[in-house]
């Protein structure tokens, strides 16, 4: 990685060395989710069937997973990953369970009573990639928290053939229907619906370019999205306490996950940084992944800061996807940190762990926009609605305010609406 000493750097050259790789969303893939929309929108359930064959490979009898299938998976998984899968599961159901909303119920004057209430969204579509790593672990992610949300109907889809760990894992999580369809085509199915695929309000779950850029189509015709997605990212601030080879472990596992991917290591340790080098070569060297990992290093960066306080204020700038603090007191430091989407405490608190079981979502904003968006949580499972009933007494303590407010805003029939009320009243 390279090492840049951030007090010798201009303020140009800071925010050049902390940019991202640039995303782009080339005209081809533009174009070719343009064309899968047409067909799908065209032709429903056929274009689905004509484009499982042609991307996946596999000829369907029928979108719908049937429950004989996914029980066949089932009797495949080990004893030892169903456990595994089990105790991730209770951890997030009990991390989740704890965000439900505490409903606002209050007098803001003598009879003026104000509310929040909650409601789940009622359809929601969870999208799990396939491919050579099935991310079973994003199903628990996704409908854990949809399920506790109450979301009226839960659908997936993922691309022929399912993995068996998909299968178990959404089953488990109570997920009533999976559909066999994948990419872009199963977004845009599931924002329109066909014969088959039913319509929802809202999708989740992460992709390729082509799913990116479906997420990001289907939001112009009316329906959600969890967040904006970009390519995974880790930041670790470590002092000259930090083990060199757990830090280069926690950058390595974000590494891994694409040639796009992005490393920060922050240390005022100029030490430290020289050992986690040595350690991400000897450690990269054996991975299965360590080609794609070793792209990703390419355009990755070590800064040695001043000290710790100037290390906390890099990162706020960055606004890491994850956030790894490894570094004597790690606590002390969390009321400085402002923007990440995820943060992991101290030296046995790896990424991994949010990923797959301690309880927190591993959903999370990308690409600095953990400036302004949070990880994903119940809320967002669910939507708040505002309720205001006003007594009589209320009505006439509150109606000279508003009427003087409407009528400064030159709008009549607001003003119009209350004085017709006291006129009521005074006859």
């Known amino acids: 990685m390279q090492t840049l000493i951030w007090n010798t750097l201009t303020e140009q050259e800071k925010q050049t060395y902390l940019a991202r790789p640039a995303q782009v969303i080339g005209e081809s893939v533009k174009a ?30 029928s979108l719908v997973i049937s429950k004989a299938r996914i029980e066949q998976a089932e009797s495949r998984i080990s004893p030892e990953l169903k456990k595994a899968i089990q105790n991730a ?30 409601r789940p969204i009622n359809a929601v579509g969870l999208y799990i990639p396939g491919g050579s790593a099935p991310l079973f672990s994003t199903v628990l ?23 068996d760990e998909i299968l178990y894992t959404a089953n488990l999580c109570g997920v009533e ?11 845009i199915a ?18 390729n370019a082509f799913v990116t850029e479906a997420k990001r189509q289907v939001v112009q015709s009316g329906t ?37 991917s992005q490393v920060i290591l922050v240390t005022p340790s100029e030490a430290l940084a020289k050992a986690v080098d040595a350690e991400l070569e000897k450690q990269v060297a054996v991975l299965p992944r360590g080609e794609t990992a070793r792209k990703a290093l390419s355009h990755s960066r070590t800064f040695i800061a001043e000290n710790l306080q100037q290390a906390v204020e890099i990162s706020n700038q960055y606004a890491p996807e994850h956030l790894i603090v490894q570094t004597e007191n790690a606590r002390a430091l969390l009321a400085d940190l402002d923007n990440a989407g995820s943060i992991f405490l101290g030296a046995y608190s790896p ?35 505002t309720v205001q009933e006003l007594t009589l007494v209320g009505f006439n303590a509150l109606a000279s305010s508003v009427m003087a407010m409407a009528e400064a805003e030159q709008l009549d029939a607001h003003k119009q609406a209350v004085a017709i009320r006291l006129a009521k009243l005074d006859t």
Do not use: W
Not at 142 to 163: D, E
Not at 190 to 207: C, H, L, R, S, W
């Open 32 to 61: 070719a989710v343009d064309e899968i929309k047409t067909n799908v929108l065209t032709n429903g359930d056929k274009a689905l069937f004509e484009f499982g064959e042609k991307f996946d490979k596999v000829k369907l009898d």
């Open 89 to 118: 599961k209770a951890n997030i159901e009990t991390f989740h369970k704890a965000q439900q909303n505490q409903e606002v119920d209050i007098e803001t004057q003598p009879g003026v009573r104000c509310q929040v209430v909650t």
């Open 141 to 163: 992610m996704l409908a854990v928290p949809a399920k506790i949300a109450g979301c009226k109907k839960i659908v997936l889809c993922s691309p022929p053939p399912i993995a």
């Open 177 to 187: 229907t999976i559909y066999a369809v994948g990419g872009a085509q199963a977004i």
């Open 190 to 207: 599931m924002a329109n619906g066909t014969e088959t695929v039913q319509k929802v309000d809202k999708i989740f779950g992460p992709g």
């Open 224 to 260: 959600a999205i969890d967040m904006p997605a970009g390519p995974s990212e880790v930041l670790v601030i470590a002092d000259g306490s930090a083990d060199p080879a757990f830090v280069a472990s926690d950058l390595l596992s974000q590494a891994e996950h694409g040639a796009d």
């Open 351 to 385: 990424e991994s762990m949010g990923d797959y079981a301690s309880g927190t979502n591993h959903v999370l904003p990308t690409y600095g926009y953990t400036k302004t968006c949070s990880s994903l949580g119940l809320a967002d499972f669910s939507k708040r609605m």
